[in-house]
């Protein structure tokens, strides 16, 4: 059982992004659906994480270090309600003209002539490993009982999901899976499992304008970076897996290239700022 009744800065955050998520509900009321619940739970769960930090118990030590993959989770979702009531447009033609104007060519469509059923089955296994992925890390550090680094963990993970919802907000896209399907000469086949995978990721999703900036690419970088702190050889199997889902995104038709470029400039900004904002927070809650 933790006795700390301190704010961690994972803490500090996400009730910060909530107190965002709350101004968009109160703001576009009566656009989004079941604005009243939705802003119930967003109370109910700001009231929780200050129970279990305030009225120390048996389960806020699990509850501490866990809850913000139920939170951030949980904030992806509700993405789907808050981008059609805030944009009532799309970036997609205009992120496939960035493409389009860079290659010469759509990634997507030019990628067909690579196209093969073993190929596509490894790269959605690949896509679909992204959340295991990121969490490997952290069940790690924890299994060592390295909570700082845990805690570390968790805050930029944190970070790196909830600064990308804001760009899926600022630049909402569903991807070139929809916009240029028309364009597209052989529809993607694996061998067993693809579209089993594919489409229980499209009923985990929904109809998600999640495209920029790719959070496959920066939260898998993310956690490729954060595995130098594990001396185990993962952190050269986390780059050869980082390589293979930000190729698997466009290969797979998820994304543009641009969104790949956007989601390595977040991480690579995160990477080198987040340290002196973690520091900075922790100290103002010592």
Request: hydrophobic share 50%.
């Amino acid at each position: 059982m933790t006795t700390d009744t301190r704010l961690w800065p994972v803490d500090k955050l996400i009730l910060a992004y909530f107190g965002f998520a709350i101004v968009l509900i109160l703001g576009w009321w009566s656009a989004i659906p079941d604005a009243a619940g939705l802003l119930a739970l967003h109370l109910l769960g700001g009231a929780l994480l200050l129970y279990e930090i305030f009225r120390p118990n048996r389960t806020s030590c699990v509850f501490r270090h866990w809850y913000p993959l139920i939170y951030v989770a949980f904030c992806y979702k509700e993405m789907a309600l808050f981008i059609p009531a805030v944009r009532h447009t799309d970036a997609d033609q205009w992120l496939a003209d960035l493409d389009y104007s860079l290659w010469g060519a759509n990634p997507t469509v030019w990628l067909e002539r690579l196209q093969t059923p073993a190929l596509t089955e490894f790269l959605q296994i690949v896509y679909t490993l992204f959340v295991p992925v990121v969490l490997l890390v952290a069940i790690l550090f924890w299994r060592q009982r390295r909570y700082a680094d845990f805690q570390y963990y968790a805050f930029l993970i944190a970070l790196g999901f909830l600064v990308s919802y804001i760009g899926y907000l600022v630049v909402p896209a569903r991807g070139p899976r929809f916009l240029l399907s028309h364009l597209q000469h052989i529809p993607l086949r694996g061998l067993w499992f693809f579209q089993t995978m594919q489409g229980a990721l499209d009923r985990l999703e929904s109809a998600h304008y999640d495209c920029f900036p790719s959070g496959h690419t920066e939260l898998t970088i993310l956690a490729w970076w954060s595995t130098r702190r594990l001396k185990n050889p993962l952190f050269w199997l986390y780059f050869a897996y980082t390589l293979s889902i930000i190729f698997a995104t466009v290969y797979l038709r998820y994304h543009y290239t641009i969104d790949l470029l956007a989601g390595a400039l977040v991480a690579a900004s995160l990477i080198v700022a987040t340290p002196a904002i973690y520091r900075n927070l922790y100290k103002k809650g010592a």
